[in-house]
């Protein structure tokens, strides 16, 4: 069951200038969260936000949540070759037992 | 150092072999559960448990089967592997607060 919808499927940009990507979903969450993975590696979490949190910030990363549009936005600000990856966002659906239901990605090419 | 280990990374096999793919972790979570990432579809879940001796299904369990004796051990099970099972696998666990999803380095999977 997708819940998760990201956009766009891929983004290419270069270096030092900000990556934007948006998720959409379908039903009440507890929490969105973002993840990146590197080609064919596991997923790592970047950061989680709470249905009552409307943004969130960690480093470069600042994250935003509408949960009136059920959406959220992953920005990433001065981005370095290094953020060439795959970005998933994951919803945290309120149905006890259901692990997170992932998107499809977004995958950020920087060159330098 | 908290980890996720799944063996093994890469493994080739023939349509029927009976085959397990291990999962081990030191993080002491009682959440543990399987996703398999296909191009073009994102990671599905394949099955989840929330404690010892307790598993569930999830999105795609058919063909699998996994079971639970140990917090720290979650075996992949595949009894008859067919090619459509051809995929990469990843383990993960989560923690209670923040829940928040830690991934094992994948196993890609070949049925032939």
């Known amino acids: 069951s997708q819940q998760g919808e990201e956009d766009p499927q891929a983004l290419s940009i270069q270096e030092g200038e900000n990556a934007t990507m948006n998720c959409s979903y379908k039903?009440?969450?507890?929490?969105l969260q973002w993840y990146r993975q590197n080609s064919g590696r596991g997923l790592v979490h970047l950061i989680l936000?709470?249905?009552?949190?409307r943004e969130k910030h960690s480093g470069r990363l600042r994250v935003t949540l509408d949960t009136s549009k059920k959406s959220s936005s992953l920005l990433i600000t001065a981005s370095r070759a290094a953020d060439t990856a795959s970005y998933f966002c994951?919803?945290?659906?309120?149905?006890?037992?259901?692990?997170?239901?992932f998107g499809k990605g977004t995958t950020l090419s920087v060159s330098s | 150092e908290a980890q996720v280990t799944q063996n093994p990374r890469y493994l080739i096999t023939v349509t029927g072999k009976k085959l397990t793919v291990t999962c081990s972790q030191n993080?002491?979570?009682?959440?543990m559960s399987w996703y398999r990432q296909d191009p073009g579809l994102g990671l599905r879940q394949i099955y989840y448990?929330?404690?010892?001796?307790?598993?569930d299904k999830g999105d795609v369990p058919e063909g699998y089967k996994v079971s639970r004796k140990e917090k720290r051990n979650f075996p992949l099970i595949l009894e008859s592997p067919s090619p459509n099972q051809t995929s990469l696998y990843f383990c993960?666990?989560?923690?209670?607060?923040?829940?928040?999803?830690?991934f094992g380095s994948g196993t890609q999977l070949s049925v032939l």
């Open positions: 994951a919803t945290d659906a309120r149905q006890a037992g259901t692990a997170l239901i």
């Open positions: 936000i709470r249905s009552n949190e």
């Open positions: 448990s929330m404690n010892v001796e307790v598993t």
């Open positions: 993960a666990t989560r923690s209670s607060y923040p829940e928040k999803l830690f």
């Open positions: 039903t009440s969450i507890n929490n």
């Open positions: 993080m002491n979570h009682e959440y």
